[in-house]
C-alpha cells in the first residue's frame, strides 16, 4: 500500500505548470559563512588537542566486574550457554550436528592421508579441536576440523622431514611403514603444537588484524593453488602408483612428471575403485543439488559411499584378489597425551607460522560470512586464541594443525544449526566412531578415500573463474590472483605464499608511487573543484592552479610529487630559479665593480679636501687646533652620510631589481598556488621537507603557496613536526579549496615581498 499525498498539496502541484515544478523539485543550498584559514577555523570550532587515553593503564586494573569481564571474554562459553533457548534451538543443533559427523567422518580419514598420516589421526582430529573451539570460539556456524588446504601444507611438511627413503630397511628395500608413520606423527603433532603457539600468541596480543594483509584474490588463489596440489597428491591412490616423496620449489611438477612416466604401472583394480567411487559421489551431489528444497538434510553421500565401498572390499576381497590398497589396522580407543618434540621447533617454525595465518585467514573469513548473515559479532583476537587452543591441545593429543572446512560449514548452518553446541554434538559422534566403530573401515580402499577427495575439490577449483570476472573489474587483482597462483605452484605452499604476500604489499606501494595527479578547475557556479582533464566544463581560475594528489605523500613518492607539481603547473621553477639566481649574481659582481671603481676618485678628493682646510685653518690661528680634527670630523660625517643615503638608495632598488620583470625573465602565468592536501592521511618528515621545499622554490618565482582541506590528524602531524614558523604560518593552511582559491584572489602577490611579511595575510 503506497503513500497518498494530501488533497491540497496535490491540488497545488496539478496547478503548477511543468517549468514551474521542475524548479520545485529542484533543491539548492546556500551557505554564507567567513573566509576560513586553519587559524580561524581553529578559533571558531575551539579546536583542542585529542587527549588519549592509555591503553595500558587499564589492563592493569582489578575489580571485580573487569575479572568477570576477562572471563566472558577469554571463555565466551560462559556468557551464551547459560542462555540457551533448549526448546528452540536444540533440536536443529542435534540434526546439524549429526550431519556435520557424517561428513566428518570419511573427510577426517580421507585428509589424514591428504596429511601423510595414518587415517585414524585424522578422526584425533576431528574430535579434540572440535571440542576445544566449542568452549572458545565466537563464531556460531564454522565447522572446525580437517580441511583440504591445511592437510596438503601439513602432507608437505612430514614428506620432507620424514621421507620414504630415510626408512628403507636394508634387508629388502622396502619401507618401514610403522618407524615412518610414527615420525610423521611426532612432526605433525609437534607442528600442530608450534601453530597453536603462535595462533594463541598472536591472538593475546591483539593482531588478529594481520590477516588483512591477504586480500581476498590472493586468500583466493592461494586455496585454488592448494587445490591443484591436492588433486596432484591424490594421483597416485587413484591409479596406485608408489611415488618418491618430494617437496620444496618445483616438486609439483616433477611429481606430475612421474606420475606421466608410471602411468603403465597402473594397478587397474585401485583406478576402476576409485572412478566408480568417484561417478557415485557425483551423481549423490547433483541429486542433493536438485532435490535441496524437498530434503530436510543432504543425502550422506560420502558416508553411504564408505560403508559400500568398505563392504563390497571386505566381501570381494579387493585387497588379496586385485591389489587394491586399504586403510588397514585402525586403532579402537584414545592415544594418550605426547609431549612435543622440541627439536624440530627450529625446523618447523617457517612453516608453523605459515599454517598458523592461513588457517585463522580461512576461518575468520568463513566466521565473518555467517555473522553477517546472522545478525551477531566475531572477535578475531578470541577467534586467534580459539583456534591456538584447539591446535595446541590437540597437538598434544597427537592431531594435526586444523581450520574450518566450508562445505561441513554451510551444512551445519542448512541443516539448522544455531550454536557451537552443533560442533560438540558432532565431536561426540566422532568420539563413538574412534572408541567403537573406527575398526570396521580397516577394509576402506584409500582409492575412495582419494575419490572423495577429488570431487570435494569441485567449490575450490571452480575459483578459476576469477580469472574471467577480475579481468572485466580490477586487472591489478588479476595480478595478484595470477602471481599468488604460479608462486604457490611452482616454489609449494610456504614460499608460495610468503612470495604471494610480499608482491601484494610491494604493489600497494608502487600505487601509491604512482598516483594520479591533476590540476583543478571550478565546476561553474559551483564550490567544487575537479580535474579538468576529466570534467571539460571546469575551468581552471584565473590566475591561480590548484593541485591535487590521489595518494597520500610520504617518502616512496615526495619527489614524483614535487617533480610533477612543477611540471604540471607549466614553469619550468628549476631552470627558472637558476637563471635568476645566476642574474643576480651577475649584477653583484658588477656592483661590487662600480663601487670599486667609484671609492678611488672620492677618496683621493676627500683627502686633498680635508689637506686644504687643515692648512687654511692653522695659517690664521695656529693656537685653534681643536678646528683641525673639528674639520675632520666633518669632512668624515659628511662622507658616511653620502655613503649611507648611497646604501639606503641601493636597499631600496635591491628588491625591483631582483624580480623576474627587472631581471628580463619570464614570470608565471599564475600568482598563487593552492595544494589540495585532502588525500593525506599522515605526513613523514620527508613529506615535511617537500612542501617547505615547494614554498621555498614557488616563492622565489613570485608565486605563494597555499593548503587546502588538510584532516585534523595530519594538521596535528604538521604541527609536531614543526612545519608551522615565521614563514608558513596556518593561515597558509585554507579549510577547503575554495576558501584557499577566494582569499588568492584576494591578495594576488604582485612583486617579492619579505618572507616574514608574507605570514601577515
Known amino acids: 500500500m503506497g503513500l497518498s499525498e494530501a488533497p491540497g498539496q496535490r491540488d497545488t502541484q496539478a496547478l503548477l505548470s511543468t517549468t514551474q515544478a521542475m524548479e520545485l523539485r529542484r533543491r539548492d543550498y546556500h551557505v554564507e559563512r567567513p573566509l576560513l584559514n586553519q587559524e580561524q577555523l581553529e578559533e571558531l570550532g575551539s579546536r583542542s588537542s585529542a587527549t588519549g587515553t592509555l591503553q595500558w593503564r587499564t589492563w592493569f586494573r582489578c575489580s571485580h566486574a573487569r575479572a568477570q569481564a576477562l572471563l566472558l571474554q577469554y571463555f565466551p562459553v560462559l556468557a551464551w550457554l547459560p542462555q540457551y533457548p533448549v526448546r528452540d534451538w536444540l533440536l536443529g543443533d542435534l540434526l546439524s550436528g549429526l550431519s556435520v559427523a557424517i561428513m566428518q567422518l570419511p573427510q577426517g580419514l580421507a585428509y589424514a592421508l591428504l ?66 608413520d610414527a615420525a610423521r606423527v611426532q612432526v605433525a603433532s609437534t607442528l600442530s603444537v608450534l601453530v597453536g603457539l603462535f595462533q594463541v600468541g598472536l591472538g593475546l596480543v591483539h593482531f588478529g588484524f594481520v590477516v588483512t594483509y591477504l586480500s581476498e584474490p590472493l586468500v583466493r588463489a592461494y586455496t585454488t593453488a592448494a587445490s591443484v596440489q591436492v588433486f596432484v597428491s591424490q594421483l597416485k591412490y587413484v591409479f596406485g602408483l608408489h611415488l618418491s616423496s618430494r617437496s620444496g620449489p618445483l616438486s609439483l611438477i616433477y611429481t606430475v612428471l612421474e606420475v606421466c612416466w608410471k602411468l603403465p604401472q597402473t594397478v587397474v583394480g585401485t583406478m576402476v575403485t576409485a572412478v566408480v567411487a568417484g561417478v557415485v559421489l557425483v551423481l549423490v551431489k547433483l541429486l542433493n543439488d536438485k532435490l535441496r528444497q524437498q530434503l530436510p538434510m543432504p543425502l550422506p553421500g560420502e558416508l553411504l559411499t564408505l560403508i559400500g565401498a568398505t563392504g563390497i572390499s571386505y566381501g570381494v576381497g579387493l585387497q588379496h584378489r586385485f591389489g587394491v590398497d586399504v586403510v588397514g589396522k585402525i586403532p579402537a580407543g584414545l592415544v594418550p597425551p605426547v609431549a612435543p618434540s622440541p627439536q624440530l621447533f627450529a625446523r618447523l617454525v617457517g612453516n608453523a607460522f605459515a599454517i598458523a595465518v592461513v588457517g585463522f585467514a580461512i576461518a575468520i573469513s568463513l566466521g565473518k560470512i555467517f555473522a553477517l548473515r546472522h545478525g551477531y559479532r566475531v572477535d578475531s583476537n578470541q577467534e586467534l586464541v580459539a583456534l591456538g587452543l584447539s591446535n595446541l591441545i590437540g597437538g598434544i593429543f597427537q592431531c594435526f594443525p586444523v581450520s574450518c572446512s566450508m562445505s561441513r560449514s554451510l551444512v551445519q548452518e542448512s541443516t539448522g544449526g544455531n550454536t ?3 560442533g560438540a554434538i558432532s565431536s561426540l559422534f566422532i568420539l563413538i566412531i574412534i572408541v567403537k566403530l573406527g575398526e570396521l573401515f580397516q577394509d576402506l580402499p584409500k582409492a575412495v578415500l582419494a575419490a572423495a577427495i577429488i570431487v570435494n575439490l569441485k567449490g575450490m577449483l571452480m575459483q578459476f573463474t576469477d580469472i574471467r570476472s577480475l579481468w572485466k573489474a580490477n586487472r591489478v587483482d588479476l595480478l595478484i590472483w595470477l602471481v599468488t597462483f604460479v608462486a604457490t605452484i611452482l616454489l609449494n605452499l610456504d614460499l608460495g605464499l610468503a612470495v604471494a604476500v610480499v608482491f601484494s604489499l610491494l604493489l600497494v606501494v608502487v600505487r601509491t608511487q604512482l598516483p594520479h595527479y ?25 590566475g591561480v592552479k590548484v593541485f591535487r594528489s590521489s595518494a597520500t605523500m610520504y617518502f616512496a613518492n615526495a619527489e ?8 604540471r603547473c607549466g614553469v619550468n621553477v628549476d631552470h627558472l630559479i637558476s637563471q635568476k639566481k645566476k642574474l643576480l649574481r651577475k649584477q653583484e659582481l658588477k656592483l661590487k665593480r662600480l663601487q670599486k671603481e667609484n671609492k678611488l676618485p672620492k677618496q683621493a678628493a676627500a683627502s686633498k679636501g680635508t689637506s686644504i682646510s687643515i692648512n687654511v685653518n692653522t695659517s690664521v690661528t695656529d693656537i685653534e687646533s681643536n678646528d683641525v680634527e673639528g674639520s675632520k ?60 621545499n615547494i614554498f621555498r622554490d614557488f616563492r622565489e618565482i613570485e608565486v605563494e603557496v597555499y593548503m587546502a582541506a588538510c584532516h585534523s590528524p595530519v594538521v596535528t602531524q604538521l604541527e609536531v613536526g614543526h612545519f608551522f614558523d615565521a614563514s608558513i604560518t596556518k593561515q597558509h593552511l585554507f579549510a577547503s579549496v575554495h576558501d584557499a582559491v577566494i582569499f588568492a584572489l584576494q591578495h594576488p602577490r604582485s612583486s617579492p615581498v619579505n618572507p616574514v611579511l608574507v605570514t601577515k595575510l
Open 633 to 692: 670630523a666633518k669632512v668624515s660625517s659628511g662622507t658616511e652620510l653620502e655613503d649611507t643615503a648611497a646604501r639606503g638608495q641601493e636597499d631600496a632598488k635591491a628588491p625591483d631589481m631582483s624580480s623576474l620583470k627587472t631581471l628580463g625573465l619570464p614570470q608565471p602565468d599564475f600568482h598563487s598556488l593552492i595544494l589540495d592536501l585532502s588525500s593525506l592521511s599522515f605526513v613523514d618528515t620527508v613529506c615535511l621537507k617537500s612542501l617547505k
Open 518 to 542: 591533476s590540476v583543478l578547475g571550478q565546476v561553474p557556479d559551483t564550490d567544487i573543484y575537479r580535474d579538468v582533464a576529466e570534467y571539460s566544463e571546469a575551468r581552471e581560475v584565473p
Open 560 to 567: 614524483l610529487y614535487s617533480d610533477t607539481l612543477k611540471q
Open 115 to 180: 596429511a601423510g598420516l595414518p587415517p585414524v589421526f585424522g578422526l584425533y582430529s576431528s574430535f579434540y579441536p572440535v571440542f576445544i573451539y566449542f568452549l572458545f570460539g565466537t563464531s556460531r556456524h564454522i565447522s572446525v576440523g580437517t580441511f583440504a588446504v591445511m592437510s596438503v601444507m601439513v602432507g608437505s611438511v612430514t614428506e620432507s622431514l620424514a621421507p620414504d627413503e630415510a626408512f628403507l630397511q636394508a634387508s629388502n628395500s622396502t619401507v618401514d611403514v610403522a618407524a615412518r
Open 420 to 422: 557451537q553446541v552443533a
